[in-house]
């Protein structure tokens, strides 16, 4: 395994949504691809706590294309990453829990952990890591 930090693995379970890969992130990605319609439907509505999401869903019927199919990418690359986080966690759960318990989540670290004890990580553990990111 090689040492990765979060963007690294997101930018690489990024690679199946190629719109999204040259923005930031998909949230940039969905604003960016909505910009329109955000300025014509909810110019007044302040960011956070999913008010935008719900004003975009009070005018689902009017939204353009392009800003449906940025949802659209958004939520199929939200399913991707649940079922592979679901499948690294069920496969590394030992070890992680053997090697890396005392190591805090985020950045990368519980990848880093993983990888300074590949030695002694299990065969099944180091496939989910290869399957999630293709290496």
């Known amino acids: 395994m090689k040492k990765l930090n979060s963007l690294a693995l997101l930018a690489i379970l990024l690679m199946g949504m190629q719109p999204a890969t040259a923005q930031d992130n998909v ?28 004003c975009m869903a009070a005018h689902a019927d009017k939204i353009s294309g392009r800003c449906e ?42 990848l880093a952990c993983l990888d300074s004890h590949s030695e002694n990580v299990s065969d099944s553990c180091k496939q989910a890591v290869v399957d999630i990111l293709g290496q």
């Open 27 to 54: 949230v940039d990605y969905v604003m960016e691809a909505c910009k329109t319609d955000l300025e014509q439907y909810c110019p007044l509505v302040t960011p956070g706590n999913g008010r935008i999401l719900h």
């Open 69 to 110: 199919f940025a949802f659209y990418q958004a939520a199929a690359f939200l399913e991707e990453l649940t079922v592979a986080l679901a499948y690294f966690a069920q496969e590394c759960e030992a070890d992680i829990e053997n090697y890396c318990s005392d190591v805090e989540a985020g950045d990368g670290r519980i």
